[in-house]
């Protein structure tokens, strides 16, 4: 039973982790686009804060992934998320007049309590985490 339960830990760690090491990577690969992106929600000193959200997903995802140091990766990861939720899917914000809007609001909603959800494991994680 022990041996099974280390097994399944092992998958919902990495499972957990690749949207962080993915995200952070896509970044990468996505330069220019990522940059757009951030200006167009008025972020200052863009450079400076797209090399920092790549290296919090990557060291927090990798920590949390090989279970080294993974309160020091949830809370790394909890720095990255909790802004980047605020900043980039305010669907409050968004005007709700026309179908397109609409949809566009209910997406950012979506993306919003995901990210909420994946706050609240970092959470869990932290606290029931033996380091």
Do not use: C
């Amino acid at each position: 039973m022990e041996k099974s339960k280390k097994y399944i830990n092992r998958i919902g760690r990495v499972l957990f982790s690749l949207i962080f090491i993915a995200s952070g990577l896509s970044k990468i690969g996505d330069w220019d686009k990522t940059v757009h992106y951030m200006e167009a929600h008025q972020m200052l000193f863009v450079p400076f804060f797209l090399v920092l959200a790549i290296l919090l997903q990557i060291a927090g995802g990798l920590s949390i992934m090989w279970s080294y140091k993974t309160k020091v990766g949830a809370i790394l990861l909890v720095i990255f998320l909790l802004p980047a939720t605020f900043i980039f899917h305010d669907f409050w914000t968004l005007p709700a007049q026309t179908d397109t809007e609409i949809m566009i609001q209910q997406y950012e909603m979506v993306s919003f309590l995901k990210n909420i959800s994946i706050l609240g494991a970092l959470v869990w994680l932290f606290n029931n985490e033996s380091e």
